[in-house]
């Protein structure tokens, strides 16, 4: 039996690969990753790309946060942590008397926890001249109580002219300290204003959360018609947020396993299609040419063989450098040798095939017997090496990621695991950070896998006489 | 000559390039950054030596500097490291020095009898990557071969098809992976295990060696449910082979039982190939051993090897990567002769 009797027509493979259960999730598998590729690119802000290292873009984020799908249960909900800015989420009303105008921003925010806030902050940005505006803050509480938490002018401008300036009013700040002494009348038990997060949120009857409605409104009081408020916002500290919750470092850990899409399919497929198809030519011109050629060639396929390769991938990144580039280029010089082996033997039996044979009395050139001759017959068979070569691609730069030696500028999988491994993610329970990366990873080599193996059935002679 | 032979030859040739061209790109990515070391740590020295020397005194700094400097430049000519690293004097003495593990102190880590040295660190590790790898091989080879002749034998059933998806989802995840997992689980939210592998007892208590099996259960464990599917995936390929050669007919015409057929017959003739392949394999994911025992916090060489990462200690950086080579090459040789020994097909090919 001959290589060639086995070579199917695309259509033959088209229909067989239908029949494939397996092949069939796995292209399903597949398509649901393109599109959160496509869903990122296009939704999420390329910024959270970018800065996803630095510290500052995150800092409204809460701190290892689980997600906000935790609370479903029946146990206790935990307070959700919510960032509320003024484009989105403000009604705003202005209004002037006598010189002065009233700019108020105000937010409502529907409070049913279970517990307290974590802490709270208040942020504006302001634009004003010479004369100084005052910011005051009140809370309006589900049953009625008013308490005013914050009055205070902004600092005076430098220049004369139009100066913005951009602050934030901590749960912490002695001022919101101060003006709440003034209701601890207000409860029927010891109430601690040290602790405005508590206090401002608690029943006043008994010690425990006061669910309902809370409108908390920044009121801007400006004295020059130029002044306006620019923004405006809240930040109610929680324990969960978002869809899959936060990092150590704040980071909402939605958007990186989004962007790891992208960039563990990059990787994969460009890995695996250069180093298969580096791979089938180095086989292919092995086994054609014979002789010296193929043992010579051999011999280096037998070193590259021998290397060990997650030991050289890290000397490697350690001295010539992490970009994701080169990682890719690193994960090529070890990827190809399998396929050259296998294209050899394959090159071996066709040819001496009839029709090899008749090309070559006929005159052609070998490169033209190679391209056109013999490697369009190993086609399918790469298609399906490709495939099945794409997991290791993935683990292999997640396994570097994970060493801490992955490309320090981008988002990966094996990236976020690497942090959740030095902040110790798993002894401390923050398994939000662990499982989604991880699943993302095997999900992602599973698809190919299946792929690989249903196209690898159907086009591999060896396979197909099993 | 012998076809046997002249295989042993080819291979043994082989052996030797996989070692030297490692050694080889080894020194020469890290060869710049050897040599800075070694001059830092010689001044080192040098400035220890006029510290402690009472004989020796200076009037001014700049004397004392300048007897810091000639004397260091001395025994960095003396030690010939004025030469670049790549010239060939130079570059053979650096290998020679990798192979024999000479690769003088490390910068950040001690062993734990409190030596600095780049050897005893690193020998001092191999034992207990040695010890949890081989025993997890053990392990996952016993129950592969048993599982693999029980789907093999009943090909087509729900436990085989049951056992080719575990084979083919097991090894998509990586085991590190797993590990992460496994400590969340039996660690923090059932404590069972320790969370982290690197006993506590000092290694000079009697009760450190049942203290150290006892931190090897979760890291064993772990590798062991990752590993076993995919092996007995394989060995049921072997053994579906065997038994549909005819001299099982023929066992089963002469009414041997079923069981002693699969288990006795097809298994011995098809274990062979199936533990040098694991064998091989094994050696090959020996790379992974280093995360993994990052992962748990296993006191071997993977271990090593991540905190040298996370130091650059190069010189650690550089044993590890030449020891590990030797391991794996050995064994892929070692695998390669046993199975052409067995198998004659290998030879000729």
């Known amino acids: 039996m001959t290589a060639a009797a086995e070579v199917l027509s695309r259509y033959e493979i088209i229909r067989e690969f239908r029949r494939s259960k397996s092949g069939l999730v796995g292209i399903a598998i597949l398509l649901s990753l393109i599109i959160m590729t496509i869903y990122s690119a296009a939704a999420v802000p390329l910024e959270s790309f970018r800065q996803w290292n630095s510290p500052n873009f995150w800092i409204d984020l809460p701190k290892a946060a689980a997600p906000v799908w935790t609370n479903f249960g029946f146990g206790p909900k935990i307070p959700e942590h919510m960032v509320l800015h003024a484009a989105d989420d403000a009604s705003i009303s202005s209004s002037s008397e006598g010189g002065i105008r009233t700019v108020v921003h105000s937010y409502t925010v529907n409070f049913n926890y279970d517990s307290y806030p974590s802490d709270f902050m208040l942020l504006y940005s302001v634009r004003y001249g010479g004369t100084q505006p005052v910011l005051q803050v009140d809370v309006l509480r589900p049953d009625g109580n008013e308490f005013q938490i914050y009055f205070a002018s902004l600092p005076s401008s430098q220049q004369g002219g139009n100066n913005e300036f951009s602050a934030r009013v901590f749960s912490t700040d002695r001022a919101i300290e101060e003006s709440l002494r003034d209701y601890t009348g207000v409860f029927a038990y010891r109430q601690d204003p040290s602790r405005p997060q508590v206090m401002i949120f608690a029943d006043s009857q008994e010690n425990k959360v006061l669910k309902g409605t809370y409108v908390i409104r920044e009121t801007f009081y400006f004295f020059e018609p130029n002044d306006s408020v620019l923004d405006s916002g809240v930040i109610l500290g929680g324990k969960v947020y978002g869809l899959m919750g936060t990092d150590e470092l704040r980071r909402d850990l939605a958007i990186g396993i989004l962007w790891g899409a992208p960039v563990a399919l990059f990787i994969g497929l460009t890995v695996s299609i250069a180093a298969i198809l580096i791979g089938l030519i180095y086989g292919v011109v092995a086994g054609y040419k014979g002789n010296r050629t193929d043992e010579g060639l051999m011999r280096i396929n037998d070193v590259f063989y021998c290397l060990p390769t997650l030991p050289l991938l890290v000397i490697l990144s350690v001295t010539v450098g992490q970009s994701i580039f080169l990682i890719t280029g690193f994960l090529v010089i070890f990827g190809w040798v399998g396929m050259a082996k296998i294209s050899r033997s394959i090159a071996l039996q066709l040819k001496n095939l009839q029709y090899v044979e008749a090309a070559k009395l006929m005159g052609q050139s070998d490169f033209n017997i190679i391209f056109r001759h013999i490697i369009p017959q190993l086609l399918p068979l790469t298609f399906a090496s490709i495939a099945i070569a794409v997991p290791a691609a993935i683990l292999g730069e997640a396994a570097l990621s994970f060493l801490g030696l992955g490309d320090p500028t981008i988002p990966t999988w094996g990236q976020i695991l690497h942090e959740a491994n030095t902040a110790g993610a798993a002894e401390r329970g923050l398994w939000w950070w662990i499982v989604p990366p991880g699943l993302m990873i095997a999900i992602t080599g599973l698809a190919f896998a299946l792929i690989g193996n249903a196209l690898d059935a159907i086009v591999n002679p060896r396979s197909r006489r099993m | ?349």
């Open chain 2, 1 to 349: 000559m012998g076809g046997f032979s002249r295989f042993l030859l080819k291979r043994s040739i082989n052996m030797v390039i996989v070692l030297f061209a490692t050694l080889v790109l080894t020194v020469f990515l890290l060869g710049s950054t050897m040599d800075k070391i070694l001059v830092d740590a010689i001044r080192v020295n040098v400035v220890e030596e006029v510290n402690y020397n009472r004989d020796l005194r200076f009037s001014t700094a700049a004397e004392r500097q300048h007897y810091i400097d000639e004397h260091t430049d001395l025994q960095v000519k003396t030690l010939g490291l004025d030469e670049p690293w790549y010239s060939p004097k130079r570059f053979t003495n650096t290998v020679l020095k990798v192979m024999i593990l000479d690769l003088g102190k490390s910068n950040y880590f001690t062993s734990d009898s409190g030596s600095s040295n780049v050897r005893d660190i690193i020998l001092e590790r191999v034992p207990n990557t040695v010890l949890l790898f081989t025993t997890s091989t053990l392990i996952i080879t016993v129950i592969g071969l048993y599982l693999g002749a029980f789907v093999a034998n009943r090909s087509g059933s729900l436990w085989d098809r049951l056992n080719s998806a575990f084979a083919v989802f097991s090894s998509s995840f990586p085991t590190w992976w797993v590990g992460m997992l496994m400590i969340f689980a039996f660690a923090f939210a059932y404590h069972i295990f320790p969370a982290r592998s690197t006993p506590l007892t000092p290694p000079s208590d009697p009760a450190y060696a049942l203290d150290l099996l006892y931190h090897m259960l979760l890291p064993l464990i772990t590798i062991v449910i990752v590993g076993f599917w995919s092996w007995a995936y394989i060995v049921r390929y072997f053994v579906v082979g065997v038994l549909s050669e005819d001299y099982i007919a023929a066992k089963r015409a002469a009414g041997i039982p079923e069981k002693r057929i699969v288990y006795s017959h097809a298994l011995k003739n098809a274990a062979l190939p199936i533990v040098t392949v694991i064998a091989l394999s094994l050696a090959g994911s020996f790379g992974g051993a280093i995360i993994v025992e990052a992962v748990f916090d296993w006191p071997g060489m993977g271990k090593l090897y991540y905190d040298a990462i996370g130091a650059l200690d190069i010189p650690i950086i550089i044993g590890l990567t030449y020891v590990s080579t030797v391991i794996f090459v050995i064994t892929v040789f070692l695998t390669d002769i046993v199975y052409a020994y067995f198998d004659p097909r290998v030879k000729v090919a």
